[in-house]
């Protein structure tokens, strides 16, 4: 199957695509173009081969005149020739001439000859990014995007976590770490709407202002307090309006907002005709995005050049000095007390940080999100944050660590990395040296997002 993309650019208010390879019986809707009042687009799966279409516009059955089109015993149809794409080679060439792949095993070398200063990383010779490749790259997926609504993330089944704004703060993030959650949206029963998202820096800050305040402990204020005291009463947690979205949105409008927002997920509410009261359908995040995105150009990867590229030559994610990238990647010891870590992930405006060995070799990972960790069996109540380390709180982390990251090398291709984070429990992953696990970078599901939007 073959990506296809058809514009119509003659006006009207809708506009549906049908053809032959809809059975002459299903409808395509088109989205308009930014910034443009006449033009429509969508992208369709084709096979290579000669295919008939129309357009229907508002009601009525029309041809693009300025497209291919043909008459025959059914009528005038426009026509559209889909070619298999070329698929760019796998492996790129460096400027010494060996394959990208070859990479790490440099790094490897150098890193023996360097032992001494194990934070200095050569940059590796790579065939130069062309700008169009990222331009390219960028306007396909925007218009893939923007031809799909947020009802393509909805799975068929399975269940959406929402907690009242009046559960104690102790049940809710056990309910969050039972669940795997690290965002969850809140539900207030009296105005019946969702009125904000509890997150793990909520509970992060929380647990912060109980260190400071023995006696709120000793009194099981966690136990005895609402989720919504403490958000908009305690600390006023809620700063900013809800950002809620409409399951009939485009994918694209959904990830710019995201991004734009600086929030890892929004609700979908659906109103249905007559009623006032929103049903939460679902919670959309970058998550979901990269996996439909990984879903529709799994095997048309050199439709979108940016993505055959190594990640090691790319301005994304964080680097250890030396290697250079969009900023500085911010690593931790084992032994780093708890307190700090926290401080860290909040002024830093981090979600996670590698946790490393005396050499720079990767131990774990410790996210925002593992923070929830803490709620079972009312740990925060007897751990100190000033002297408990990195390395007692992960021993509280699921087991499944292995689920929560993935690993990859600087001569993995960003697509290879995509792949990684689509796993739903997978949100970022490091970048290592080959033999050595020295950690060298992270890329998380933001940064993906920042280089390709």
């Known amino acids: 199957m073959v990506h296809t993309q058809f514009v119509w650019s003659q006006g009207g208010n809708q506009v549906l695509l049908c053809g032959d390879f809809t059975g002459w019986i299903k409808y395509q809707q088109m989205v308009p173009v930014e910034g443009s009042s006449t033009t429509f687009t969508t992208i369709c799966d084709l096979p290579p081969g000669l295919h008939k279409f129309k357009f229907l516009v508002d009601g009525v059955w029309r041809i693009d005149q300025q497209q291919l089109y043909k008459e025959d015993e059914y009528g005038v149809n426009n026509i559209v020739l889909v070619k298999q794409p070329e698929v760019m080679p796998q492996t790129l060439i460096v400027d010494d001439g060996l394959p990208v792949m070859d990479i790490d095993s440099l790094d490897d070398q150098n890193h023996a000859d360097n032992a001494s200063t194990s934070s200095n990383v050569p940059h590796e010779s790579l065939l130069p990014l062309r700008a169009e490749d990222i331009e390219t790259t960028r306007n396909r997926l925007s218009q893939h995007l923007s031809s799909y609504t947020v009802y393509e993330l909805i799975p068929d089944s399975g269940k959406v976590v929402a907690l009242d704004a009046n559960v104690s703060v102790e049940e809710a993030f056990l309910v969050m770490h039972e669940e795997g959650l690290a965002v969850a949206p809140l539900w207030d029963e009296a105005s019946h709407r969702i009125s904000g998202m509890l997150t793990s820096s909520d509970f992060i800050l929380i647990l912060m202002e109980l260190q400071r ?24 947690l809620q700063k900013r309006p809800l950002i809620e979205v409409d399951p009939d949105e485009t994918l694209n409008a959904i990830a710019i907002g995201i991004m734009h927002n600086h929030i890892s997920t929004v609700p979908v509410l659906y109103v249905a005709q007559d009623t006032t009261c929103p049903q939460l359908l679902h919670v959309a995040c970058l998550g979901g995005l990269l996996k439909h995105i990984h879903r529709h150009f799994e095997h048309r990867i050199g439709y979108l050049p940016l993505f055959q590229q190594p990640v090691g030559s790319l301005p994304v994610g964080s680097w250890i000095r030396g290697i250079g990238g969009a900023r500085d990647l911010l690593t931790l010891p084992t032994h780093e007390l708890l307190s700090d870590v926290f401080r860290l992930l909040l002024d830093e405006h981090i979600s996670s940080v590698p946790i490393v060995d005396s050499k720079g070799g990767l131990v774990n990972i410790f996210s925002r999100s593992d923070i929830t960790s803490l709620a079972k069996g009312n740990v925060y109540a007897r751990i100190q944050l000033d002297h408990a380390t990195i390395a007692q709180a992960l021993q509280l982390v699921d087991k499944k660590a292995h689920s929560r990251f993935g690993i990859c090398t600087r001569s993995d291709s960003l697509y290879q990395v995509i792949t990684l984070l689509s796993d739903p429990g997978v949100r970022r992953v490091v970048v290592v040296e080959a033999g050595s696990q020295r950690v060298l970078g992270l890329i998380t599901l933001r940064d993906v997002f920042s280089l390709i939007f």
Do not use: D, F, R, T
């Open 213 to 236: 305040n023995h006696a709120m402990v000793a009194n099981n204020m966690l136990e005895l307090s609402s989720v919504s005291a403490w958000k908009e009463g305690k600390l006023q």
